[in-house]
Nanobody, 121 residues
Framework: QVQLVESGGGFVQAGGSLKLSCTAS????????MGWYRQAPGKQRELVAN???????KYADSVKGRFTISGDDAGNSVYLQMNSLKPEDTAVYYC???????????????WGQGTQVTVSS
């Protein structure tokens, strides 16, 4: 069984910073992608940043230059450093991993439970 656990959300004033962390654990054969999505009230879940094979990054236009995604050497943790936060960054942030749980299974997405980020103006 695969679990993704996030931490690091919270309340911050506009212009501040937060760092989110996510670690995948359990029965894991391979991980090829880890990333972050967010969902604000009344809006669809959207991609924030993605880390492919531990080094290729992709960002939503709205966070480029402000957010940085990174991973650890083991490849089972991903971080999101969020700087210059804006009120419109307020959302629940979800970690997602493209993971093979065994050599008999193909990759599928596993999601964390989400962590709230609130940015006040």
């Amino acid at each position: 069984q695969v679990q993704l656990v996030e931490s690091g959300g919270g309340f911050v004033q506009a212009g501040g910073s937060l760092k989110l962390s996510c670690t995948a654990s359990g029965t894991i054969f391979m991980i090829n992608t880890m990333g972050w999505y967010r969902q604000a009230p009344g809006k669809q879940r959207e991609l924030v940043a993605n880390l492919l094979n531990g080094y290729e990054t992709k960002y939503a236009d709205s966070v480029k230059g402000r957010f940085t995604i990174s991973g650890d050497d083991a490849g089972n943790s991903v971080y999101l450093q969020m700087n210059s936060l804006k009120p419109e960054d307020t959302a629940v942030y979800y970690c997602v991993g493209g993971i093979r749980a065994s050599d008999r299974e193909w990759y599928r997405d596993y999601w964390g439970q989400g962590t709230q980020v609130t940015v006040s103006s």
